[in-house]
């Protein structure tokens, strides 16, 4: 059963043109990230959210932007999508554990969207 | 700071050949070690972790063990199989939220 599901799979868009891609969980995670991931290299944090508390990355663009209206969802919005955002991006959930940090926890990764850029 | 270094791929075996992917780290403290896997156009797999010095993850036939001595986490199965091929990435995570990524490796195994 799917447990992080990323929709869509695969999105094209034109350069320039707004675009969102979306993720939900049923796992009732606290922690929700998203990642850039080019051509099998490892994935570039971007953000995540703390429960509701948003942390950007020091070097994620401006260009990046990321809204989670519930536990559930999460999405990621790209204002003006260049040539060199095309790329992997995966959501991915932790628990928390009864320290209240994920240190021992795992990620649970969606099988992330595959953003092409006309 | 903490870090997580792999051996380079490509790594291309024979069917029922013996694997090691070795993974070294630095880091401060006591950090949690894991092997995801990432099969051709998925997502990433948590394939087994290991939260202190001497556990032994294992899952699906593969095996890493925290070496605390040797700051290492090396990955190993006994026999491959063409179904194994995909990247392999070592993490760590330390303190914080992070996951401190290896580069990945591609393992391909031939028939």
């Known amino acids: 059963d799917a447990m992080v599901i990323q929709n869509p799979r695969y999105q094209v868009t034109q350069f320039g043109k707004p675009v969102t891609l979306s993720c939900s969980q049923t796992?009732?995670?606290?922690?929700m990230y998203w990642y850039q991931q080019k051509s099998s290299q490892a994935p570039k944090l971007l953000f995540h959210?703390?429960?509701?508390?948003?942390?950007n990355e020091a070097d994620t663009p401006d260009n990046f932007q990321s809204r989670r209206p519930n536990t559930s969802f999460c999405f990621l919005d790209i204002r003006s999508p260049g040539l060199g955002d095309a790329a992997m991006y995966l959501c991915?959930?932790?628990?928390?554990?009864?320290?209240?940090?994920?240190?021992?926890?795992?990620?649970?990764f969606g099988d992330g969207t595959r953003l092409s850029i006309l | 700071g903490n870090s997580v270094t792999q051996m380079e791929g490509p790594v291309t075996l024979s069917e029922e050949a013996f694997l090691t992917i070795n993974c070294t780290y630095t880091a401060t403290g006591y950090p949690s070690l894991f092997w995801y896997v990432q099969y051709p156009g998925e997502g990433l797999q948590l394939l087994l972790k290991?939260?202190?010095a001497d556990d032994k993850g294992s899952n699906k036939g593969f095996e890493a063990t925290y070496r605390k001595e040797t700051t290492s986490f090396h990955l190993e199965k006994g026999s491959v199989q063409v179904s194994d091929s995909a990247v392999y990435f070592c993490?760590?995570?330390?303190?914080?939220?992070?996951?401190?990524w290896g580069a990945g490796t591609k393992l391909i195994i031939k028939p």
């Open positions: 959210y703390y429960d509701k508390d948003f942390n």
């Open positions: 991915a959930t932790s628990a928390l554990n009864g320290q209240g940090d994920s240190k021992n926890q795992p990620q649970h």
């Open positions: 796992l009732n995670h606290n922690v």
């Open positions: 290991a939260t202190k």
């Open positions: 993490a760590l995570r330390g303190s914080n939220y992070q996951l401190i």
